[in-house]
């Protein structure tokens, strides 16, 4: 019998859990929502409670686990294991996850980013086969990056490493969340998708169900955005344009400076499949130089939405004896 690793990905609704061969297969999964009251105050009891009461469920005990991963909104400080600014599950003050979970749970625990974990599973058990340099980018309602070089994140002096998106696509451009103007974000994400469609629509006169739908108050999603375009409608393709534009773009400059075996696409916007692939493709090999341009492979990433879990149980491999 191997040992077990134990994956949580902790998200703004809900908070999902496995159980994991050290090889990375799945054997157990389960959720809870995730109850961001109080100040997000009774998460970690809850993630506690889960864990302890799933361990004794299926009748395991402690030492049959290598230890627990977790991928967390906000900016995580590794080696402390503390979160800040995890705005989505209340999260304004520093929390004491590791410590608080450690002792809860009687297992060693490890914690990054919820992008660096979803990346991590996507080199480990998805688009990223195993290898050793994958880029991954993740496109929901905003946009998240992991960058992997030789089997490690990059993480960067102060955890800001792999922020691709906060990479400026177009400078003097809309105006991002974090203070600056022109991030792939606001482009890319299912919100940017919006966005955009929502300025073409202003000054596009023709025939178009999308402009109509705007025009009449609507409400519109970027899945609304691509299931129109696929219908050939004209406004809905140059708004598709223009994102995959910028996706391209902003994966030709992230493979100009890692070159990376991979370069993988993820997250809800990305369900568009090959659609959205061909067309960032096209801009990719448009920006890539040349050598990136023929070793760098464009991929759509394949664990939907268990690529967090996965990734943050591997963050736990670093306990194996």
Same mark, same amino acid.
């Given at each position: 019998m191997g040992k077990k690793l134990i994956g949580v990905d902790l998200g703004g609704t809900t908070i999902k859990f496995a159980i994991l061969t050290a090889e990375g297969e799945i054997q157990q999964k389960w959720s809870i929502r995730t109850n961001i009251l109080d100040e997000g105050s009774h998460i970690v009891p809850d993630i506690i409670d889960s864990i302890n009461h799933h361990?004794?469920?299926?009748?395991?005990?402690?030492? +049959?686990?290598?230890?627990?991963?977790?991928?967390?909104?906000?900016?995580? #400080?590794?080696?402390?294991?503390?979160?800040? @600014?995890?705005?989505?599950?209340?999260?304004?003050?520093?929390?004491?996850?590791?410590? +608080?979970?450690?002792?809860?749970?009687?297992?060693?625990?490890?914690?990054? #980013?919820?992008?660096?974990?979803?990346?991590? @599973?996507?080199r480990w058990k998805g688009a990223g086969n195993d290898g050793d340099d994958v880029a991954f980018i993740t496109l929901g309602t905003g946009v998240g990056g992991g960058l992997i070089a030789n089997r490690h994140l990059i993480h960067g002096v102060n955890g800001a490493g792999g922020e691709v998106g906060h990479m400026i696509v177009q400078p003097d451009g809309y105006q991002c969340t974090c203070g600056n103007h022109g991030c792939l974000e606001q482009y890319a994400s299912a919100t940017g998708v919006v966005h955009l469609a929502q300025d073409l629509a202003e000054e596009y006169e023709g025939d178009s169900k999308l402009k109509a739908m705007i025009d009449n108050g609507d409400e519109i999603t970027s899945k609304i955005v691509f299931d129109l375009a696929k219908e050939h409608d004209y406004l809905a393709n140059r708004v598709v344009d223009k994102v995959t534009y910028y996706l391209g773009l902003a994966s030709a400059n992230i493979s100009n400076t890692l070159n990376p075996e991979y370069m993988v696409i993820g997250g809800g916007v990305s369900a568009a499949g090959d659609f959205l692939l061909e067309r960032v493709q096209k801009n990719f090999e448009k920006f890539a130089f040349p050598t990136v341009r023929n070793s760098t492979k464009l991929k759509l990433a394949e664990l939907g939405n268990d690529a967090g879990v996965i990734g943050a149980a591997s963050l736990a491999t670093q306990f194996e004896e």
């Amino acid at each position: 019998m191997g040992k077990k690793l134990i994956g949580v990905d902790l998200g703004g609704t809900t908070i999902k859990f496995a159980i994991l061969t050290a090889e990375g297969e799945i054997q157990q999964k389960w959720s809870i929502r995730t109850n961001i009251l109080d100040e997000g105050s009774h998460i970690v009891p809850d993630i506690i409670d889960s864990i302890n009461h799933h361990i004794d469920l299926y009748k395991m005990s402690r030492d +049959q686990f290598i230890g627990i991963g977790m991928g967390t909104p906000g900016t995580v #400080n590794r080696e402390k294991g503390t979160v800040i @600014g995890a705005y989505n599950l209340n999260w304004k003050t520093l929390q004491p996850v590791k410590e +608080q979970i450690e002792k809860g749970t009687g297992l060693k625990f490890a914690i990054d #980013n919820d992008a660096n974990c979803a990346g991590l @599973g996507e080199r480990w058990k998805g688009a990223g086969n195993d290898g050793d340099d994958v880029a991954f980018i993740t496109l929901g309602t905003g946009v998240g990056g992991g960058l992997i070089a030789n089997r490690h994140l990059i993480h960067g002096v102060n955890g800001a490493g792999g922020e691709v998106g906060h990479m400026i696509v177009q400078p003097d451009g809309y105006q991002c969340t974090c203070g600056n103007h022109g991030c792939l974000e606001q482009y890319a994400s299912a919100t940017g998708v919006v966005h955009l469609a929502q300025d073409l629509a202003e000054e596009y006169e023709g025939d178009s169900k999308l402009k109509a739908m705007i025009d009449n108050g609507d409400e519109i999603t970027s899945k609304i955005v691509f299931d129109l375009a696929k219908e050939h409608d004209y406004l809905a393709n140059r708004v598709v344009d223009k994102v995959t534009y910028y996706l391209g773009l902003a994966s030709a400059n992230i493979s100009n400076t890692l070159n990376p075996e991979y370069m993988v696409i993820g997250g809800g916007v990305s369900a568009a499949g090959d659609f959205l692939l061909e067309r960032v493709q096209k801009n990719f090999e448009k920006f890539a130089f040349p050598t990136v341009r023929n070793s760098t492979k464009l991929k759509l990433a394949e664990l939907g939405n268990d690529a967090g879990v996965i990734g943050a149980a591997s963050l736990a491999t670093q306990f194996e004896e």
